[in-house]
Nanobody, 124 residues
Framework: QVHLAESGGGSVQAGGSRRLACKAS????????MGWFRRSSGKEREGVAV????????VYAESVKGRFTITEDESENTAFLQMNSLKPEDTAMYYC?????????????????WGNGVLVTVSA
């Protein structure tokens, strides 16, 4: 089993930045990727960014390309999501995700482990 603990949620004004962190613990050898999904009010949960731990390949949703950056510290089993130029439409619950999916942006069913989520609110 893998436990994911997120931190860094909060409120920010449009145009600002926020950094989320997700630390994995437990059977971390089960993890092939770590990343972030989000759910906005009235919308389905969507993939935002993932990083594949072998090789560091990153994948982003079109809506965040150029604004968000995902990185990882393998020694600490921690992934970071640096969010810049935030927009009100980025307001959502952000969930850390991890699992054995092998390439691209996984769908929800491709995620094996979920964090509890942190709320990011971007005000206009």
């Amino acid at each position: 089993q893998v436990h994911l603990a997120e931190s860094g949620g909060g409120s920010v004004q449009a145009g600002g930045s926020r950094r989320l962190a997700c630390k994995a613990s437990g059977d971390t050898e089960q993890i092939n990727f770590m990343g972030w999904f989000r759910r906005s009010s009235g919308k389905e949960r969507e993939g935002v960014a993932v990083v594949y731990t072998a090789g560091g390949v990153t994948v982003y949703a079109e809506s965040v390309k150029g604004r968000f950056t995902i990185t990882e510290d393998e020694s600490e089993n921690t992934a970071f999501l640096q969010m810049n130029s935030l927009k009100p439409e980025d307001t959502a619950m952000y969930y850390c995700a991890a699992g054995l999916y092998s390439h691209g942006m996984p769908a929800e069913r491709g995620v094996d482990f979920w964090g509890n989520g942190v709320l990011v609110t971007v005000s206009a």
